[in-house]
T-cell receptor, first 114, second 108 residues
Framework: DGGITQSPKYLFRKEGQNVTLSCEQN?????MYWYRQDPGQGLRLIYY???????QKGDIAEGYSVSREKKESFPLTVTSAQKNPTAFYLC?????????????FGAGSRLTVL | AQRVTQPEKLLSVFKGAPVELKCNYS??????LFWYVQYSRQRLQLLLR??SRESIKGFTADLNKGETSFHLKKPFAQEEDSAMYYC??????????FGPGTRLSVLP
């Protein structure tokens, strides 16, 4: 069953702690993305990667870090520098092909800072 | 800069009534436009894209380059259409840009 798997589904963190959200895909997609979803603000791009070992900052990258060591995996680390980390995080992937890009989303991870 | 606006945060219509969710974009090139939908407790998923020119679940959307709009329409709303709808723009080789979303509530 192809798709994107995000884990954990729910995560609680104490202030000052770093946490890593996992995103794995078996769709053979080249591009992967991390979005933050907040009520009334839609989806805001944190980071994206179009190829292994390369990634670009999105609109709200401060306080986050990523890696892309494997095509299938794109983990997101929420660091203690992120001032307001409580949010719903969505991972997505797509192929990179002219007029064929469609995002496939994971189920999301909800992070709550205590 | 690329930008997508959706002026309505919430749109309520009665079952059987027509519905139109507005989307405007700003982009100087030839973007791809999409509508994504998120039903309650489900993943965000593609509803339709402008290059496909197809009708999905009775919804259609026409790209109007003159007005830079990509409004989503359905002639007769159903209760199962209640969801969060996001308009999105994509430029090849770059990232996707999403609007803030419109919550559609179809009342019985």
């Amino acid at each position: 069953d192809g798709g994107i798997t995000q884990s954990p589904k729910y995560l609680f963190r104490k202030e000052g702690q770093n946490v890593t959200l996992s995103c794995e895909q078996n769709l053979n997609h080249d591009a992967m993305y991390w979005y933050r979803q907040d009520p009334g603000q839609g989806l805001r791009l944190i980071y994206y990667s179009q190829i292994v070992n390369d990634f670009q900052k999105g609109d709200i990258a401060e306080g986050y870090s990523v890696s892309r060591e494997k095509k299938e995996s794109f983990p997101l680390t929420v660091t203690s520098a992120q001032k307001n980390p409580t949010a719903f995080y969505l991972c997505a992937s797509s192929i990179v092909e002219w007029r064929a890009n469609v995002l496939t989303f994971g189920a999301g991870s909800r992070l709550t800072v205590l | 800069a690329q930008r997508v606006t959706q002026p309505e945060k919430l749109l309520s219509v009665f079952k059987g009534a027509p519905v139109e969710l507005k989307c405007n974009y700003s982009y100087s090139g030839s973007p791809e436009l999409f509508w994504y939908v998120q039903y309650s407790r489900q993943r965000l998923q593609l509803l339709l894209r402008h290059i496909s020119r197809e009708s999905i679940k009775g919804f259609t959307a026409d790209l109007n380059k003159g007005e830079t709009s990509f409004h989503l329409k359905k002639p007769f709303a159903q209760e199962e259409d209640s969801a969060m709808y996001y308009c999105a723009l994509h430029n090849y080789g770059q990232n996707f840009v999403f609007g803030p979303g419109t919550r559609l509530s179809v009342l019985p």
